[in-house]
T-cell receptor, first 111, second 113 residues
Framework: GENVEQHPSTLSVQEGDSAVIKCTYS??????FPWYKQELGKRPQLIID?????GEKKDQRIAVTLNKTAKHFSLHITETQPEDSAVYFC??????????FGKGTRLHILP | KAGVTQTPRYLIKTRGQQVTLSCSPI?????VSWYQQTPGQGLQFLFE???????NKGNFPGRFSGRQFSNSRSEMNVSTLELGDSALYLC????????????FGSGTRLTVV
């Protein structure tokens, strides 16, 4: 079956510290892994994505790593700021090109 | 360019009624996907349309249906509404199936009473 597991469901970090969110997927044919950020009352927005031919991608304070052998990928946010508070969703494409989302991680940045 | 437009933004219906939601994708985007968002369940895939054809379908009952028109606009319909159908329904458009990134609309918040 197709499944994307995401952990933790809630994460609190001190402002300035790093945050890591982890996801695993089940479909070995998955080849596209986007991450979305959803602020309270707003639509999800793509923040970074990675394809299966790349192991790591970085964009300023955010980075994503992919381990295809273990079927897991992670989002790393460094030097966290108050505006990073949101719900983050990982996702993976399946063999039918369907995008399957994890259940989300609520990130709280503590002052 | 204009983003993804969903109408209406809010809807209140009673059990047993049916509802139609509309989504206009970004100009040039031919793929439209629909997701149901509820607290604790994240984003659950409903279906995806590309070039007027349903390409993928999620694990929802047959009461949930959709279609896509030649101008790529899409509608989804829910018949015989149940209380559990109360959710935020999001549509997302992309250039291609599964290989591009999504742009989401603001969603339609459906409340079934």
């Amino acid at each position: 079956g197709e499944n994307v597991e995401q952990h933790p469901s809630t994460l609190s970090v001190q402002e300035g510290d790093s945050a890591v969110i982890k996801c695993t997927y089940s479909d070995s044919a998955s080849n596209y892994f986007p991450w979305y950020k959803q602020e309270l009352g707003k639509r999800p927005q793509l923040i970074i994505d990675i394809r299966s031919n790349v192991g790591e991608k970085k964009d300023q304070r955010i980075a994503v790593t992919l381990n295809k052998t273990a079927k897991h990928f992670s989002l790393h946010i460094t030097e966290t700021q108050p505006e990073d508070s949101a719900v983050y969703f990982c996702a993976a494409s399946n063999r039918d090109d369907k995008i399957i989302f994890g259940k989300g991680t609520r990130l709280h940045i503590l002052p | 360019k204009a983003g993804v437009t969903q109408t209406p933004r809010y809807l209140i219906k009673t059990r047993g009624q049916q509802v139609t939601l509309s989504c206009s994708p970004i100009s040039g985007h031919r793929s439209v996907s629909w997701y149901q968002q509820t607290p604790g369940q994240g984003l659950q895939f409903l279906f995806e349309y590309f070039s007027e054809t349903q390409r993928n379908k999620g694990n929802f009952p047959g009461r949930f249906s959709g279609r896509q028109f030649s101008n790529s606009r899409s509608e989804m319909n829910v018949s015989t509404l149940e209380l559990g159908d109360s959710a935020l329904y999001l549509c997302a458009s992309s250039l291609a199936l599964g290989t591009g990134s999504y742009t989401f609309g603001s969603g339609t918040r459906l409340t079934v009473v």
